[in-house]
């Protein structure tokens, strides 16, 4: 008898495939390969999670001009087009679509806009010393640091790798390879200190292309 009550599943949506191939693509080839229009399919598909997403996406490439006029359009003439598109009423779900679009965007503007002399520049074992000495020299134990830095030697990121004994911690190239990837890095510096002497900082420093 409660076999009898249980609703049956609801079927998935027929784009469910098509959002499943695109995340699957998007996975093995990189963003970077995909067309505008898929970019924000995918941003999209957290925003309306039900409905294909397609057409929108194109419609806003269209109105806007491209991904860079979307950044720049009003929240107003974004909400305007998600409405025209989805056939809803201006209300509370467009102007949430709206607004992940617009935060997305402002996002990324941000990040372009931070200044890249915040990032010091190490292009001399006087600048290197001068930035870790602070950092390690009252490390009371055994660290591994790794600065990644771009192609001018600006500092992307100065990143703990481990942390050991007093006089042990163990590094994995295959980890540190990986996040230099991850990160672009053009130089990567490995820096180690010996608590059992303070003064002393052991400085490594390698770089790919």
Known sequence: MLDDL?????????????RDRLRER?????????????????????????????????????????????????????EDQVARTLAYAPGKATRAVALDLQLIFD?????????????????????????VRVALQHEPREQVRILYLDKKNQLILDEVQNRGTVDHAPVYPREVVRRALELSASALILVHNHPT???????DHAQYR
């Open 6 to 18: 249980t609703p049956e599943p609801k079927p998935k949506p027929r784009h469910s495939g098509h």
């Open 26 to 78: 998007a996975a093995k080839g990189g963003l970077g390969a995909l067309p505008d229009y898929e970019l924000l399919e995918l941003l999209l598909f957290r925003s309306i999670p039900y409905k294909d997403v397609k057409p929108l996406a194109k419609d806003l490439l269209a109105r806007f001009g491209g991904l860079e006029g979307i950044g720049a359009a009003s929240h107003e003439a974004v």
């Open 107 to 131: 996002v990324t503007r941000r990040i372009a806009r931070e200044p890249a002399a915040k990032r010091p520049v190490i292009s001399s074992w006087s600048a290197l010393l001068a930035y």
């Open 197 to 203: 002497t303070p003064v002393s900082i052991t400085l």
